[in-house]
């Protein structure tokens, strides 16, 4: 069922346990339906501040295509119009790299993007791992997902995977790349080696 049936059908449920009377509600409804809606939709934040904590019933693929398809896609696209193409994507490639090359910006990355989070946004497969290289065959991406459907790999490859480059230099690493899943290939191919 798609989840905006889902929202309404669960808005709708909400509406009848919380503000019609007692007596309708157990005349239309059963209690079970009064013990899953409460279930549903928790009125007992311990703290307004933890609204934002809850945790989204929205699918990787979903919260993918907000936050990329449906904003930030479209308005690089319109941006995009105003200057040269090559000029564009050089500049996008230039700013994304030195926000990804900074201490502040990578640890937050870091910290908020844990083995739940990759092993939901890639398929991928270590190749190496050892004290001097670490290298990743990477063989689906949700960004690339993403960027290939809203017709947009030339913007994907230019702020997600050119910044690979930054991040790894900024972690004192050196990253070898032949191919990007964003540029057509059929896999990514990452081999970041410790710089001495």
Known sequence: ME????????????????LLPAGMISCISCPKMLAAAQKDHPDD?????????????????????FAFRDHLIPMLKELSTRYPKEEFLEGMKEAAS?????????????????????KHVIEREVIEDSDTAFELRITKC?????????????????IVCHTDFATAEASEQKLIRTKTLMQGDDCCNHRWICEP
Do not use: C
């Not at 049936?5 to 808005?11: A, E, G, L, P």
């Not at 311990?46 to 693929?61: A, I, T």
């Not at 030195?98 to 990759?118: C, E, Y």
């Open 45 to 65: 934040i311990p703290n307004p501040d933890d609204l934002y904590k809850v945790r989204s019933e929205m699918s990787y693929e979903s919260i993918f295509n």
């Open 142 to 158: 949700l960004w690339e997902k993403v960027y290939r459907e809203a017709d947009a790999t030339d913007l994907g490859y230019a």
């Open 3 to 18: 989840a905006s049936k889902i929202k309404h059908r669960n808005d709708r449920r909400h509406f009848l346990s919380r």
């Open 98 to 118: 030195q926000a990804f090359s900074r201490k502040d910006v990578m640890d937050k990355s870091n910290k908020n993007l844990n083995q739940v989070f990759w």
